[in-house]
C-alpha cells in the first residue's frame, strides 16, 4: 500500500512521467524511448565486440526464424524497424532483447529449447519486458535513477560511460556484466503473459511455454542457468501460464501463419570448451 501510494505521488509529480503497463500497471518511466534505444543499442554493439558469434548456418536459420515470426507481430510502437538478432557462441544458457530492436540468443539455451516453440516462449518473454518497458522502469527506480540519468546523458553526448555495468544491469545483462539483478516477481509475470499471447499468436504452441518453464526448473535443481539467476522461477509463473492457455490456445488456433523452423539435431559446442 505505501509503495502504491509513493508511486501515486511521484506520477502526479512527475505527470510526464507515467505509462500505463498493457496489463493495467502504472508505471514510473523517466526516460524517453529514444534514450532507451540508444542504450539498448549501445549495449548491443558492446556485447557484439566482447562475445564471439556463431556463423552456424543450421543454427542462425533456427533462431533467425523463429525471431522473425515473432517480432512480425510486435507493434511498430516498439520498434518501427528490422529487428537485429545475434546468435552468440556461447554455453551460456541465456537470451536477452533490448530496446532499439536488439535480440540475442547464446547457443547454450539452444541446448535447453527442445524446438521451435519452446525458443518462441524464451524469445516471447524477453521481447515481452521491452514491449512492457521494463528495462526504463528499472532504470527509473530508486537508485539506479542516477546511473540511468548519467548513462542516458553520457550516451547523447558520446562522453565517457559511467557506472556502465549498472545501467546494463538495468537494461537486462545483469549477468554479461557482473551485476546481478533479477526481474521482479511483477516484470516476469507480465513478460510470461505478454511473451506467451506473443508466441501464440506468431503461430506457436503456447503449451510448449509451460514444459519450457518446468524443464528451465528441472535444470535449477542441478545446474542452475544463467537464466534463471535473472529470472526467478517457481511453481506460481508455472500455474500461471497454464491459466493463461485459456486465452493465448485461441490466438495459437486463429494464427494467420504457422511456421516452421528446423532445429538443428547438433547445437556445435561453443569454440574452447569442453
Ligand atoms: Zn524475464
Not at 11 to 28: D, E
Not at 161 to 166: F, S
Amino acid at each position: 500500500m505505501k509503495i502504491k501510494l509513493i508511486t501515486m505521488i511521484s506520477c502526479v509529480l512527475l505527470i510526464t512521467a507515467c505509462s500505463t503497463s498493457s496489463l493495467g500497471r502504472k508505471q514510473i518511466t523517466l526516460f524517453s524511448n529514444a534514450e532507451l534505444d540508444k542504450m539498448g543499442i549501445t549495449s548491443f554493439e558492446q556485447m557484439k565486440k566482447e562475445t564471439p558469434i556463431s556463423h552456424n548456418k543450421a543454427v542462425n536459420n533456427f533462431v533467425q526464424c523463429v525471431a522473425k515470426a515473432i517480432t512480425k507481430n510486435v507493434d511498430k510502437t516498439v520498434h518501427s524497424g528490422e529487428w537485429e538478432v545475434v546468435v552468440f557462441d556461447s554455453k551460456q544458457v541465456n537470451a536477452f532483447a533490448l530496446p532499439g530492436g536488439k535480440i540475442g540468443v547464446y547457443t547454450g539455451i539452444l541446448n535447453v529449447t527442445e524446438n521451435q516453440d519452446q525458443l518462441a516462449a524464451i524469445i516471447g518473454h524477453e521481447v515481452g519486458h521491452v514491449i512492457e518497458h521494463h528495462s526504463n522502469e528499472r532504470l527509473s527506480s530508486g537508485q539506479l535513477a542516477q546511473v540511468g540519468l548519467a548513462a542516458a546523458n553520457a550516451i547523447l553526448t558520446s562522453q565517457e560511460i559511467e557506472n556502465k555495468n549498472m545501467w546494463m544491469a538495468g537494461l537486462g545483462l545483469g549477468v554479461q556484466y557482473g551485476v546481478l539483478m533479477p526481474y521482479s516477481r511483477t516484470h516476469e509475470s507480465e513478460a510470461d503473459i505478454v511473451g506467451q499471447n506473443l508466441m501464440a499468436r506468431s503461430g506457436f504452441d503456447p503449451r510448449e511455454s509451460v514444459k519450457l518453464w518446468q524443464n528451465m526448473a528441472k535444470l535449477n535443481q542441478s545446474q542452475p542457468p544463467e537464466f534463471m539467476s535473472t529470472h526467478p522461477s517457481n511453481q506460481t509463473r508455472i500455474k500461471q501460464l497454464s491459466a493463461q492457455l485459456a486465452t493465448s490456445m485461441n490466438y495459437y488456433q486463429n494464427a494467420a501463419e504457422k511456421p516452421h523452423c528446423v532445429k538443428p539435431k547438433v547445437i556445435p559446442k561453443p569454440k574452447g570448451s569442453k
